[in-house]
């Protein structure tokens, strides 16, 4: 049976809207980058599984642990480790008297907060994820960047 690229845009674009699992690992990381915000992981929502205030409101109390009072900060990266099966939303940092920083926290897709880290430089930088980030999750796949 054949099919026509017309047919095959079509299949795409439904596998697409119904969402792109995050654990098949027959996708290439940029499909489901591209797939964003449609992407699964074990057939529940991505966006609906990280983003909940919960999730989010122990993400950045993970980094206000590890950084100074009056420390401001800001969502912007989501990526998934498939290696190690974790989350890691990253956050502008911004420190008093400080350059801002980057700030990473590791989340279980159960909402458990693995680890947080501050890294050296800024979440982006010259139009690029920071380095660090692949250093510590070289298998990476990014989904959100902001």
Do not use: C
Request: negative net charge; glycine residues 8%; charged residues 25%.
């Amino acid at each position: 049976m054949k099919i026509t690229k017309r047919q095959l845009r079509s299949i795409i674009r439904e596998q697409i809207a119904r969402g792109l699992e995050i654990t098949d690992n027959s996708l290439e990381p940029e499909q489901l980058s591209d797939a964003w915000p449609n992407v699964t992981y074990r057939g529940q929502d991505v966006m609906e599984l990280m983003y909940s205030d919960l999730i989010t409101d122990s993400a950045q109390n993970a980094i206000f642990d590890i950084t100074s009072s009056g420390t401001d900060m800001q969502e912007a990266y989501l990526g998934y480790s498939p290696t190690k099966d974790v989350f890691i939303m990253g956050f502008d940092v911004w420190e008093p008297g400080s350059m801002m920083l980057g700030g990473i926290v590791e989340i279980a897709p159960t909402g458990t907060i693995n680890n947080a880290e501050i890294l050296q430089r800024a979440l982006y930088g010259g139009g690029r994820l920071n380095p660090e980030i692949r250093e510590l999750h070289p298998d990476i796949i990014g989904l959100r960047y902001d």
